[in-house]
């Protein structure tokens, strides 16, 4: 009972994430309020569930639930790109090179230029990099020397980001960064597990909440795959708190199952957001609408239409090539 619960609100926090990270994606008002948090919450999830035990099977294991699914969809998603998409939008206004979008599935960094086939995969990669960083921050077995490594890795990630613009295959400095929230995460989990929802403070998650927005609305925008940070303090804080208040949400209301279902199903939401587009903008221009000038209520219901495009494929790929959302079939 006690392992159903865990994994449904984290999954409904996962589902909250994922919705935002596709909303967020079609630029709407609260675009920089989104992403001072909804990277980083995912960051923290994956510590919260790291393996309390960490050998080579479980790294061939994590390596085939994550970066097996990454470089099938990202073949398939820049072989969509050189034959269709590469002809149409900024890809033909920039006249980028395929050969640049090929390096960009294999380095996962890069700007437009390598990876105008599916920039949100870059994610991938680096929370599999976050994860073997953290592993051998929790060997050392003296607390206060893990500690230290696990900070100076957090400041490497940020000296990087300010000093250099040269972005490092894999986002290893985005994955040095993102070990604060991946951290936490990790020594917090069986704290949250524990909490029942009559113990938490509504004060507590309205501050959260106060924190959440005051920190991500005067720090510039977030963008972790760009590395750009703004203030340190402020993105921490942001991030931190925006953390918990989706967590304080899942665990304090029954949510709908249909978040369990998208918490569940990331990756080819990941893989599949901005092609889902692509239809609507296709039906959109089909029907004589050229000009894509929305609002943002019909960015919102737009979220709804291309997670809705997704479903039939998620349930295509969770029956036949379960890999393709990192599972395995028994």
């Known amino acids: 009972m006690k392992k159903k619960e865990r994994y449904t609100w984290a999954d409904n926090a996962r589902g909250i994430g994922i919705f935002l990270v596709i909303y967020a994606h079609n630029f709407p008002f609260l675009e920089h309020y ?53 002809h149409y939008g900024n890809s033909l206004k920039f006249n980028l090179d395929p050969i ?6 294999f380095y996962a960094q890069g700007g437009i230029e390598f990876m ?30 893990r500690y230290l490594v696990w ?25 040095c960064v993102s070990l604060i929230f991946y951290g936490i995460g990790f020594y917090l989990k069986d704290a949250l597990i524990l909490i029942k929802k009559r113990n938490i403070n509504y004060l507590i ?33 942001s991030g931190i708190a925006g953390i918990f208040v989706i967590i304080f949400l899942t665990k304090t209301f029954k949510l709908h199952k249909t978040l369990t279902f998208l918490g ?26 050229t000009v894509f000038n929305f609002n943002d209520l019909i960015k919102f219901i737009l979220t709804f239409i291309q997670i809705l495009l997704i479903i039939p494929v998620i349930l295509v790929v969770n029956k036949y090539v379960p890999i393709l959302n990192g599972k395995f079939k028994d």
């Open 34 to 86: 989104i992403y001072s948090f909804h990277i980083p919450l995912f960051f923290f999830i994956a510590g919260m569930f790291h393996p309390k035990e960490v050998n080579f099977a479980v790294i061939i294991y994590r390596a085939k639930s994550i970066l097996l699914p990454y470089f099938i969809w990202s073949i398939l998603l820049y072989l969509f790109w050189l034959f269709f998409g590469r």
């Open 100 to 105: 640049n979008g090929l390096i960009g599935v």
């Open 116 to 145: 105008d086939w599916g920039i949100p995969m870059w994610f991938l990669p680096c929370v599999f990099i976050s994860f073997l960083l953290f592993s051998l921050v929790v060997r050392i077995k003296k607390n206060h020397f």
């Open 151 to 175: 900070l100076l890795l957090v400041i490497f990630g940020f000296t990087y980001s300010k000093y250099f613009e040269f972005r490092l295959p894999w986002s290893l400095d985005v994955a």
């Open 205 to 237: 998650l309205i501050g959260f909440l106060i924190v959440s927005i005051v920190a991500g609305i005067f720090n510039s925008k977030i963008d972790m795959y760009r590395a750009t940070y703004g203030n340190f303090i402020l993105f921490i804080l």
């Open 264 to 289: 569940k199903n990331t990756i080819p939401l990941l893989a599949l957001q901005v092609r889902a587009l692509t239809i609507v903008k296709l039906v959109l221009i089909i029907m004589g609408i």
